[in-house]
């Protein structure tokens, strides 16, 4: 008998609301998502219709208003906001629109910094795996230079190698080729999915390319705040088995 690993990311009647003044604004409402060990996983919909909310939900940077996610096996709801913290740590990596590199450090120093916050690896030895890292990304020569030293698509290598450096199960990732220009970003995805195949991380990206869309595993599309399943890919059988279990 063979032991399955645990879902990387599941959603159960998830919803999220913000309260303002008029009442609860719903953004998300009875999302149910399950992404498999390393399985990719596209988000498309239109702007506002609550892909990033969805992804700050998967993180535990945002509380849901109705509903519960694990991730890794772990529910988050269960868990003290210090505990949530170190399991976003040691479990996730994310990758933003706009890189969001800590600009007082260097290339080097980003891609060290997870290691040292998860308590994975320290001092040297983090500088050690971190130039490893950054060698994989393509940016040996570039170690000790600042964020904006760096080109946009050099400082999303940057950002890619931070994210995938202490081998997550889950990488999050919002539109992350979204602010460079098509062949930089065309590298950047290729990048990225070849690392989530080294470390054997699940991927969830927002995506408003469907031919990027097209070369992940399957495509989920958010209308309104609800999701929708679309394209479960079938060509290749290793999902589709899953999803009948
Ligand atoms: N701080 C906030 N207060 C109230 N509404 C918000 C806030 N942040 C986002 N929203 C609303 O939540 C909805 C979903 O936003 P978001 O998840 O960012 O969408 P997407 O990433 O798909 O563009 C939008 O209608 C947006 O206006
Ligand atoms: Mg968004």
């Not at 890292?133 to 890619?160: C, H």
């Amino acid at each position: 008998m063979t032991i399955q690993p645990p879902s990387a990311l599941e959603c159960r009647s998830l919803g999220f609301s913000y309260r303002g003044g008029a009442g609860a604004t719903p953004v998300l409402q009875d999302v149910d998502l399950d992404l498999q060990a390393g399985e990719r996983v596209a988000i498309a919909g239109e702007s506002g219709s609550g892909k990033s909310t969805l992804l700050h939900l998967a993180a535990g940077l945002e509380t849901p208003s109705a509903g519960r996610v694990w991730v890794n096996g772990t529910e988050l709801g269960s868990l003290s906001e210090r505990e949530r913290t170190l399991l976003r740590r040691r479990e996730l990596g994310i990758v933003f629109q706009a890189f969001h590199l800590i600009p007082t450090l260097t290339a080097l120093e980003n891609v060290a910094l997870p290691l040292e916050l998860a308590g994975i690896a320290r001092g040297a030895a983090a500088r050690e795996r971190a130039t490893t890292q950054l060698a994989s990304v393509g940016l040996s020569g570039k170690a000790d230079r600042y964020p904006e030293q760096l080109s946009g698509g050099e400082q999303q290598r940057v950002a890619i190698g931070r994210a995938l450096v202490h081998q997550p199960a889950l990488i999050l990732a919002d539109e992350p080729t979204g602010n460079l220009d098509s062949a930089t970003g065309e590298s950047v995805f290729r990048l990225l999915l070849e690392q989530v195949a080294a470390t054997g991380s699940a991927l969830l990206m927002v995506t408003h390319s469907s031919a990027l869309a097209e070369r992940l595993d399957r495509t989920v599309r958010m209308i309104d705040g609800r999701l929708l399943a679309q394209d479960r890919a079938t060509a290749d059988g290793r999902f589709a088995a899953g999803s009948t279990a």
